[in-house]
């Protein structure tokens, strides 16, 4: 058998360190907060690397994309309003820096619950063990009633559940609502479901033919919405699967019929990595133009600071106009 000496590393090239590119600097290192100091100053102390970096992006796209009037969609999961961030994005919205909100079926559920009764998400392994998960009455009559008789007037299922929230009795929490906000300004929120994901599909009201038509009629409004994305930013906040496919559909239609969406930014916010958000919102729509980014962290903690940052950033910039 060939036999082998330790290699002597006598002639190994080097050069100077002076000439070295490198990935981290001293520049960019965290700076210390001061005690008592502002929020500005808080996330002017986090450093400019990695993540910290990214964020910092993310928050300069946006306020870029509003400044320039260009739109900044929010697409979502249901997690986010269990988790308490539903103020914050109304408070958005209203501030004209939302200009769109895109959800699945779920997200609607849980605006609804928290608009009429003040509370939601219910104990799903406790309730499922006698069949009881999911069969909240008011719930599904309610939404189901608002589902049908939008798709009698041709309205999508977003609007349909705002309006019913805007003109139901009952709704003493309605400020708390996203789709009532969204439909008393005159905001684009949509829904899109996938039949058999939500609760309310396992109740007798539920109609395939009205869900199915408020929903497509929401995607082909989301196109809409999409098609005039140049320039502007896409957030995915919290949908590991429904969300991030429909916004590569309504992309695709938009590119087919003409319209340029190539200088986008491209946002993903989640507390675990998933392959549909990275691939059908950080990476594919991107490749030919724009920036994608993924920001992993807890939504009560991530989402707060985006838009306290975001905020803080339009102000100053009015300050310094005015």
Same mark, same amino acid.
């Given at each position: 058998?060939?036999?082998?000496?330790?290699?002597?590393?006598?002639?190994?090239?080097?050069?100077?360190?002076?000439?070295?590119?490198?990935?981290?600097?001293?520049?960019?290192?965290?700076?210390?907060?001061?005690?008592?100091?502002?929020?500005?100053?808080?996330?002017?102390?986090?450093?400019?690397?990695?993540?910290?970096?990214?964020?910092?992006?993310?928050?300069?796209?946006?306020?870029?994309?509003?400044?320039?009037?260009?739109?900044?969609?929010?697409?979502?999961?249901?997690?986010?309003?269990?988790?308490?961030?539903?103020?914050?994005?109304?408070?958005?919205?209203?501030?004209?820096?939302?200009?769109?909100?895109?959800?699945?079926?779920?997200?609607?559920?849980?605006?609804?619950?928290?608009?009429?009764?003040?509370?939601?998400?219910?104990?799903?392994?406790?309730?499922?063990?006698?069949?009881?998960?999911?069969?909240?009455?008011?719930?599904?009559?309610?939404?189901?009633?608002?589902?049908?008789?939008?798709?009698?007037?041709?309205?999508?299922?977003? @609007?349909?559940?705002?309006?019913?929230?805007?003109?139901?009795?009952?709704?003493?929490?309605?400020?708390?609502?996203?789709?009532?906000?969204?439909?008393?300004?005159?905001?684009?929120?949509?829904?899109?479901?996938?039949?058999?994901?939500?609760?309310?599909?396992?109740?007798?009201?539920?109609?395939?033919?009205?869900?199915?038509?408020?929903?497509?009629?929401?995607?082909?409004?989301?196109?809409?919405?999409?098609?005039?994305?140049?320039?502007?930013?896409?957030?995915?906040?919290? @949908?590991?699967?429904?969300?991030?496919?429909?916004?590569?559909?309504?992309?695709?239609?938009?590119?087919?019929?003409?319209?340029?969406?190539?200088?986008?930014?491209?946002?993903?916010?989640?507390?675990?990595?998933?392959?549909?958000?990275?691939?059908?919102?950080?990476?594919?729509?991107?490749?030919?133009?724009?920036?994608?980014?993924?920001?992993?962290?807890?939504?009560?903690?991530?989402?707060?600071?985006?838009?306290?940052?975001?905020?803080?950033?339009?102000?100053?910039?009015?300050?310094?106009?005015?």
């Amino acid at each position: 058998m060939k036999t082998y000496k330790p290699l002597s590393l006598k002639q190994v090239r080097r050069y100077s360190l002076k000439d070295r590119k490198s990935k981290v600097k001293a520049s960019k290192a965290a700076g210390i907060f001061p005690e008592g100091g502002t929020f500005n100053e808080f996330m002017n102390s986090l450093p400019d690397i990695l993540a910290g970096r990214d964020f910092r992006e993310v928050i300069n796209a946006i306020v870029r994309a509003r400044l320039n009037d260009r739109p900044v969609v929010l697409a979502m999961g249901a997690h986010p309003i269990k988790v308490g961030i539903s103020p914050l994005i109304i408070d958005l919205m209203q501030k004209g820096i939302i200009t769109a909100i895109a959800a699945n079926g779920a997200t609607v559920i849980h605006d609804f619950e928290l608009s009429y009764m003040g509370e939601t998400s219910e104990d799903v392994a406790a309730e499922l063990e006698d069949g009881t998960f999911g069969m909240a009455k008011e719930t599904a009559v309610m939404i189901n009633r608002a589902i049908k008789s939008g798709a009698k007037e041709d309205i999508g299922l977003g @609007s349909a559940i705002g309006r019913m929230i805007l003109k139901g009795r009952g709704f003493h929490n309605r400020r708390m609502s996203i789709f009532y906000e969204a439909y008393r300004l005159s905001i684009p929120a949509t829904v899109h479901v996938a039949i058999g994901t939500d609760i309310i599909h396992m109740h007798p009201e539920a109609s395939g033919e009205a869900i199915g038509k408020t929903s497509l009629l929401d995607f082909r409004t989301l196109t809409s919405v999409i098609s005039d994305l140049e320039g502007g930013v896409f957030i995915n906040l919290g @949908s590991a699967v429904v969300m991030p496919e429909v916004f590569l559909k309504a992309l695709t239609v938009a590119r087919n019929l003409g319209h340029r969406v190539k200088n986008i930014t491209t946002v993903t916010m989640d507390f675990n990595r998933h392959y549909r958000p990275m691939e059908n919102v950080v990476r594919r729509p991107v490749a030919s133009g724009g920036r994608g980014y993924y920001i992993t962290g807890h939504h009560e903690i991530m989402f707060p600071l985006l838009a306290g940052a975001v905020k803080e950033a339009l102000s100053k910039h009015k300050q310094q106009n005015n």
